[in-house]
Structure formats: structure tokens, C-alpha cells
């Protein structure tokens, strides 16, 4: 239990890690043909009014590539400079460029798209001349003027009453940037004592950061009881506006037994809960009748070993 308890954890942090340390560039579009490659790379959320960086690096996978010019058309994106242009670029080797862009205020929210043009000339074996050829395709950007917190809850479905539990969550921003985050949890079923509120100061737009809650109820609960655990709160946007936020998630609570022990996780059959507990008598009972066993075998072993002793003087 201990193994797999350790193994889960560390699952959970690889998660996390993965989620928390989310890169600036978080968007990837790539144009590719036969001898020239450019990758373009965005943050996944833009917000109206702020600059953001578009980078772009072009590879070359033909020789003789030239004249190269790279050009990004929008009507919500103001581009301080919208191409580049390259002379030459040999074969296998890369070019970056940085486009500083700005989402148009009153763009509205939501996807919208970009044009992006690559032109360039090429020399083939049999050509005479460069050969002018053009790539087009769309980038798709996504625009958010307010903060959207998403919470995604993790929690046992099954405590007993008056000992600790955990509450593991991740809140995720889908809009922009949000301020003054604060959570708590509570239930109108039960009362919640322990580490049960958080402040956090700034969620930038496209992180997430995670967090956990060590509750629990009274210790005198009476009877089992299904308890609606919520965990809400509000967060605002760079103006001050908050906004809500809640979720919340179902746990049965009970008494544990004077001689249980284990944790309270189990499953329902039918009416009936089964919960992994193991009695102390069962356990003090199991010992003494493998030790009963035990006697009577080696009681079995002595009794044939002088058996057979016997046959064989006679």
C-alpha cells in the first residue's frame, strides 16, 4: 500500500510539473514544403491591448534557397514590422525573427486567424534561373479580455469522521490575467476544520499552479453521512472586476470502529459499503490460527519422521 501510495504521489508531481512550468510559447504552427521550413511560435492566449511576441525561425532543406521574405497579415493584430527578408540561407541552417504584435482593442473574444506568406526562389540542377515559389497558410490565435479560472478538484470518496483528509486541486487560467485569487472550502453537511482557504496574488494567462487542502470533520459525526464538499471563492481582472469561481465534489463520511484500522476508501454493493478496514481481532485471530497450523504440522512431521524410522530398524 505504502509502494503504491508513493508511486501516485510522484505521478501527480511529474503531472503537475508538467502543467505548472508551461513555456512563454505555448502556441506551434509550422509551414513546410520540400526545401524550406518556418515555424511559428505564439502564446496560446492573446489579450486584446497587450504586445506579444511572435516568434518565427525559417530552416532551409534545399540548397540554393534565396530571397526569402516571410509576411504576417491580420486585421485585429497591429505588427510593428509584419516581414523579414533574407538573402540566402544555406542548406540545414536556421534564421530567427521576432514579430512584436499587439491584439487590437475591442477585438472580440475568441479564435480568430492570421495570414501568413512565405516567398522565396530556389536553383534547381536543370533551371536556368531561381524559381520564385510561395507558401501561404493561417495561424490561429486565440483572444481573451477577462480572466477564466478552471478548478479541477481531486479528494477521497470516502474519510473517517474527525481524521485529516486531502484536497488536491489545480487551477488553470483560460482568459487573461487574473488578480487576487482566494479559495475556501466548506459543506453545509458537516463542519470543516484544518487548512481549508488559499490567497493567491497573480495567475498570468495559459499558467496553472496547484494546491491542497488538509480537512477534516468533527470527530463526533453520528451517523454515516454523504457530505457535498464545496471549494469557491473569487478572483478579479486587471481592473477590478472579480468574478466567481466553484467546484465541488462528493465524500461519505463515518465513524471508524473501536478496533479498525486502515484507511476508509471502499465501494458500495448494492446497500451494503465494504470498506478495506481490517479488524484487530481479525488480525490478533489470523495470527494465532497460523500459529495453530504451524504446531500441528510440525506435530504431523515429527510423528512420520519416527515412523519411518521404525520401518527401517525393522
Not at 454493493?269 to 510440525?298: N, R
Request: charged share 20%; aromatic share 12%; hydrophobic share 40%.
Amino acid at each position: 500500500m505504502g509502494v503504491l501510495r508513493k508511486f501516485s504521489n510522484y505521478c501527480f508531481l511529474i503531472i503537475f510539473s508538467s502543467i505548472l512550468f508551461v513555456p512563454t510559447y505555448a502556441a506551434q504552427n509550422n509551414i513546410t514544403d520540400s526545401n524550406l521550413q518556418v515555424s511559428l511560435n505564439y502564446p496560446d492566449i492573446v489579450i486584446p491591448g497587450k504586445e506579444f511576441v511572435l516568434s518565427s525561425v525559417a530552416k532551409a532543406t534545399a540548397d540554393q534557397v534565396s530571397n526569402i521574405t516571410v509576411t504576417i497579415t491580420c486585421p485585429e493584430i497591429q505588427i510593428q514590422q509584419n516581414s523579414f527578408h533574407l538573402d540566402k540561407l544555406a542548406k540545414d541552417s536556421t534564421f530567427g525573427n521576432d514579430f512584436n504584435a499587439t491584439v487590437k482593442n475591442g477585438t472580440p473574444d475568441g479564435n480568430f486567424v492570421a495570414n501568413v506568406e512565405v516567398d522565396y526562389f530556389v536553383k534547381g540542377f536543370f533551371d536556368s534561373q531561381p524559381v520564385k515559389h510561395v507558401v501561404t497558410q493561417t495561424v490561429q490565435f486565440f483572444t481573451a479580455s477577462k480572466p477564466f479560472l478552471a478548478l479541477n478538484l481531486q479528494a477521497p470518496s470516502d474519510v473517517f469522521a474527525g481524521e485529516p483528509f486531502s484536497i488536491k486541486g489545480i487551477i488553470t487560467n483560460q482568459g487573461s490575467n487574473a488578480h487576487n485569487i482566494e479559495l475556501s472550502a466548506f459543506s453545509s453537511e458537516v463542519q470543516l476544520g484544518g487548512k481549508k482557504s488559499l490567497d493567491i496574488t497573480d495567475l498570468d494567462a495559459g499558467k496553472s499552479i496547484d494546491f491542497e487542502f488538509v480537512v477534516q470533520t468533527q470527530k463526533e459525526l453520528g451517523d454515516p453521512v454523504q457530505v457535498t464538499v464545496h471549494v469557491n471563492g473569487t478572483y478579479s481582472d486587471d481592473v477590478g472586476k472579480t468574478y466567481p469561481i466553484d467546484n465541488s465534489f462528493s465524500v461519505f463520511a463515518r465513524q471508524r470502529g473501536m478496533l479498525e484500522i486502515g484507511d476508509a476508501n471502499g465501494i458500495w454493493v448494492g446497500q451494503f459499503f465494504i470498506a478495506p478496514v481490517v479488524g484487530v481481532g481479525s488480525i490478533v485471530s489470523g495470527v494465532i490460527g497460523f500459529m495453530i497450523f504451524l504446531w500441528h504440522y510440525k506435530n504431523k512431521k515429527k510423528q512420520k519422521q519416527k515412523r519411518t524410522r521404525k520401518a527401517s530398524r525393522g
